[in-house]
């Protein structure tokens, strides 16, 4: 059975601080580790009251510091928002710290909105340049070249996996290019998801790093002990995405009883397909939801964002979630 993986936005619950939130997020990245999940990434948002993963390599510092083997990355990094020697230098030092542990997701949105990203990089060019960027990363991670004047230090020599998120199908096709793997964001995007994996798949080009596609997709998953719970404990992310639509993101809300009485039925339909692949309810339910996703996409890693307001609900969201993992395994083994 395919890897599953845990995405981390570190949420700033309401009535709380960033410093309970990334005290939160190494929580829940060692109770990760001890359920086997393969890899812990954060994810680089800014100018978001409700989101502490900001200073997304100073996070994952933290996070690998406080753990022992389970992989530590980005989910991602936007790089627009930085030069690429910076990244390189950053990741090149987290690799030193801990080596064989660390990926670099790389993604082509600003992750804000278009003022914010002007003042965390005044003279970006904007996604345009993303293709340059990734290259150019990569070259910062070769071997000593005199040729090349610029080194990265830490960084070069080190094989620090490359990633590139999408949401669209320019992903899918830079990945497919270059090599590399490919992760796509379904837990927000999934319009395109079909179409990309089939322009990766299709176009997918050997590279040093891989030489066959690998796909990871990723999804909400909010397991609770009943279906009616994981119903609830879902509403707060789901008011979380209503919230920025309009324009108003605030701290992740406490879950509710009955969103309908709260907000019109046109703004709850788009939040509905926005999270066309969330896996909401009992580990039965999730089991059932899971299997279909994984078998229509033929994913060979499944990434999840288990927003849920209640920390202790969130550990044992990903406990419950760990046991369906376990007995799709052992379904997949039966019937191989």
Do not use: C
């Amino acid at each position: 059975m395919i890897p599953f993986s845990v995405l981390d936005l570190s949420p700033i619950v309401e009535g709380n601080t960033a410093t309970q939130a990334l005290h939160n997020t190494l929580s829940l990245a060692q109770h990760a580790e001890q359920l086997g999940y393969n890899r812990y990434w954060m994810a680089e948002h800014h100018n978001m009251p409700g989101i502490a993963s900001a200073a997304t390599s100073v996070v994952i510092g933290y996070v690998a510091g406080g753990t022992k083997t389970i992989r530590v990355g980005s989910g991602g990094i936007m790089l627009p928002n930085h030069s690429p020697l910076v990244i390189a230098e950053q990741f090149g030092t987290l690799e030193s710290l801990y080596p064989g542990r660390i990926d670099l997701g790389l993604g082509r949105a600003p992750g804000s909105d278009q003022m914010t990203a002007r003042a965390l990089r005044r003279d970006a060019t904007g996604p345009d340049t993303f293709p340059q960027d990734v290259v150019e990363l990569q070259r910062y991670f070769q071997p000593d070249d005199t040729s090349q004047f610029v080194q990265a230090v830490p960084g070069n020599g080190l094989n620090i996996p490359i990633w590139i998120l999408g949401s669209s199908l320019f992903g899918a096709q830079l990945a497919a290019i270059l090599g590399l793997p490919y992760a796509f964001a379904s837990h927000f995007a999934p319009n395109d998801l079909m179409r990309a994996l089939q322009v990766y798949r299709t176009h997918f080009k050997p590279s040093a790093q891989l030489k066959e596609p690998y796909v990871m997709v990723a999804a909400n998953i909010i397991a609770a002990d009943t279906d009616q719970e994981a119903e609830r404990l879902f509403t707060s992310v789901q008011q979380q995405f209503l919230y920025i639509r309009r324009g108003k993101a605030r701290q992740m809300q406490p879950p509710v009883d009955d969103l309908t009485s709260q907000w019109p039925d046109y703004e709850l339909a788009g939040i509905n397909s926005v999270f066309r692949y969330a896996a909401v309810g009992s580990p039965r339910t999730i089991q059932r939801t899971l299997a279909h996703f994984i078998e229509q996409t033929q994913a060979d890693e499944l990434i999840f964002s288990a927003p849920i307001y209640d920390h202790e609900a969130r550990k044992h969201s990903l406990t419950l979630t760990a046991q369906v993992r376990d007995a799709l395994a052992t379904q997949h083994a039966v019937t191989v």
